[in-house]
């Protein structure tokens, strides 16, 4: 079964400084992982994906990601954050080779950025 | 810019009345999804379809039902609404290989 962990419900940061969310997965065959981003009375935007090859993803916005098959990671990072950046975002997770699985998402981290 | 539209924007609607939720795309997406989430909380899958005629429920029960006679249009129904469908809806689709694209969703309050 394919599961998406978050462990932070909330991240807060100031402004300038570098930023990590985190995202844990667990998928049967390879994963295809994907970062959402969602601001307040909208929909999910896309910031990034992995499918495979470079393990260091980039992104929208200044935004990239890091993939670690041992460790089953993909956190997001910024180098420097911006109180643009605060919304609430969301890790999913897909067996690459199996396109009639549903994509899993994890519950969500919020992330505050303090001017 | 969405490449999947959502209608109405925000509904508020008595308890009892009959909805639906348009979703339309325009990018050929075979498969098509609706999530309901509470505001700020998680996305729970409560529909999803591979393509024409074909309809699926999702991880989350629901009262809502789906049709997909068009490739392009999958709208959600709500026979009888009720103060707990209270919610925002998200549409979305997907091809092979590609991101969930999503719209920017319908909040809908019963009172």
């Known amino acids: 079964a394919q599961s998406v962990a978050q462990p932070e419900d909330q991240v807060n940061v100031a402004e300038g400084n570098p930023l990590t969310v985190k995202c844990t997965y667990s998928v049967s065959g390879n994963p295809y992982l994907f970062w959402y981003v969602q601001y307040p009375n909208r929909g999910l935007q896309f910031l990034l994906k992995?499918?495979?090859?470079?393990?260091l993803v980039k992104g929208s916005y200044g935004f990239e990601a890091e993939f670690n098959k041992s460790q089953t990671s993909f956190h997001l990072k910024k180098l420097s954050a911006l109180v643009s950046d605060s919304a609430l975002y969301f890790c999913?997770?897909?067996?690459?080779?199996?396109?009639?699985?549903?994509?899993?998402f994890g519950p969500g981290t919020r992330l505050s950025v303090l001017p | 810019e969405a490449d999947i539209y959502q209608t109405p924007r925000y509904l508020v609607i008595g308890t009892g009345k009959k909805i639906t939720l348009e979703c339309s795309q325009t990018m050929g997406h075979d498969k098509m999804y609706w999530y309901q989430q509470d505001p700020g909380m998680e996305l729970h899958l409560i529909h999803y379809s591979y393509g024409v005629n074909s309809t699926e429920k999702g991880d989350l029960s629901s009262e809502s039902t789906v049709s997909r006679i068009r490739t392009e249009h999958f709208p959600l129904t709500l026979e009888s609404a009720r103060p707990s469908h209270t919610s925002q809806y998200l549409c979305a689709g997907s091809s092979y290989n590609s991101p969930l694209h999503f719209g920017n969703g319908t909040r809908l309050t019963v009172t």
């Open positions: 992995y499918i495979t090859g470079d393990n």
């Open positions: 999913a997770v897909r067996d690459r080779e199996n396109y009639g699985q549903n994509f899993v």
